[in-house]
């Protein structure tokens, strides 16, 4: 899976639509890595891209803040994040010393089996 910064900081350069694969270049321990993704997500990136019209610019953030010069915040994710909690029912209780509870990094090491 991915960390929250590595999806924030990616650039169009960084994925090939067609082989289906994202270049992490700024991971944790600074080791490039390519990650396959599922025919699924393929499909939806394409989507937002071309809605987004950037497939073709290497430099636009997949993920643009309110400068588009930069990418989406940490913030700004987490607080949708939160959004989504709330209107999916799922309440997040007080959270106890090193218990994170439902939270975004928790997808990272989530994985659906079929």
Not at 29 to 49: A, G, Q, T
Request: charged share 30%; glycine share 8%.
């Amino acid at each position: 899976g991915f960390r929250l910064g590595e999806v924030r900081n990616l650039k169009m350069g960084d994925i090939d639509l067609e082989l289906g694969t994202v270049r992490l270049r700024n991971t944790k321990f600074n080791v490039e890595r390519l990650v396959p993704m599922h025919p699924s997500l393929v499909l939806i990136l394409k989507k937002y891209c071309c809605l987004r019209g950037i497939i073709g610019s290497s430099d636009e953030w997949v993920f643009p803040g309110v400068d588009s010069n930069k990418p989406i915040s940490e913030r700004v994710v987490r607080r949708k994040f939160e959004t989504i909690l709330k209107n999916a029912g799922i309440s997040i209780p007080s959270r106890e010393f090193r218990r994170r509870g439902v939270c975004l990094h928790c997808f990272r090491h989530y994985v659906e089996r079929f």
